[in-house]
């Protein structure tokens, strides 16, 4: 199985801050990493894949980067918006998803 | 636009077997697209539990496989789940998904696209 973990937990931040999430497979994935947002008492919505690659009209402050077991998502200045839960998902393993713990983004 | 909409018992006795469906509006599932099952609780965030394509391929996570069964029914546009010997620890919100595939620079990508509503499924007695 390939493990998903990600760094930190939770954080607090304020509008137009710069943030960044970790991601990290056990394995290598290649680029097979995909970002969602969840807000509370919704679905998941996709923002990334193939690691870098931006999904069809997702604000272009979102922005991934990395390969192999590292990956990074980062928010070029915070929205309000944008006060969420953040899961990676590896889709390298032929539909075996799997999801990362989240990280928890709320206001400072 | 297509939509997803899960239906199913809400409070499932433990030792019984749990049962969703899924029915899809606006694409029909024999067309194309995997179609799927994902939950996510408190303990265990979110777990992908079972796929299937449009042919009836199907695809389980390991850690469930032999207690989950996944089928489609096209007359009806919906597919199912059925986890059997539940216990608390499927005590979920269970989201249907479909599955699409990006392709990028020579490669397939694949993303859930839609999802579900999704509907809390309690196991007690």
């Known amino acids: 199985d390939v493990q998903m973990t990600q760094s930190p937990s939770s954080l607090s931040a304020s509008v137009g801050d710069r943030v960044t999430i970790t991601c990290r497979a056990s394995?290598?994935?290649?680029?097979?990493l995909n970002w969602y947002q969840q807000k509370p008492g919704k679905a998941p919505k996709v923002l990334i894949y193939a690691a870098s690659s931006l999904q069809s009209g997702v604000p272009s402050r979102f922005s991934g980067s990395g390969s192999g077991t590292d990956f990074t998502l980062t928010i070029s200045s915070l929205h309000p918006e944008d006060f969420a839960t953040y899961y990676c998902q590896q889709s390298y393993i032929t539909l075996g998803f799997t999801f990362g713990p989240g990280t928890k983004v709320d206001i400072k | 636009q297509v939509q997803l909409q899960e239906s199913g018992p809400g409070l499932v006795k433990p030792s019984e077997t749990l049962s969703l469906t899924c029915a899809v509006s606006?694409?029909?599932?024999?067309?194309?697209?995997?179609w799927g099952w994902i939950r996510q609780s408190p303990g265990k965030g979110l777990e992908w539990i079972a796929n299937?394509?449009?042919?009836?391929?199907?695809y389980y996570n390991p850690s469930l496989q032999s207690r989950v069964t996944i089928s489609m029914d096209t007359s009806k546009n919906q597919f199912s789940l059925n986890l059997n010997s539940v216990t608390a620890a499927d005590t979920a919100v269970y989201y249907c998904?479909?599955?699409?595939?990006?392709?990028?620079?020579?490669?397939?990508?694949?993303?859930?696209?839609?999802w579900g509503q999704g509907t809390l499924v309690t196991v007690s007695s």
């Open positions: 998904a479909r599955v699409k595939e990006n392709y990028l620079s020579g490669s397939y990508y694949k993303i859930v696209d839609y």
């Open positions: 394995q290598s994935i290649s680029t097979y």
């Open positions: 606006g694409y029909s599932i024999s067309s194309g697209y995997y």
């Open positions: 299937i394509y449009h042919t009836e391929s199907t």
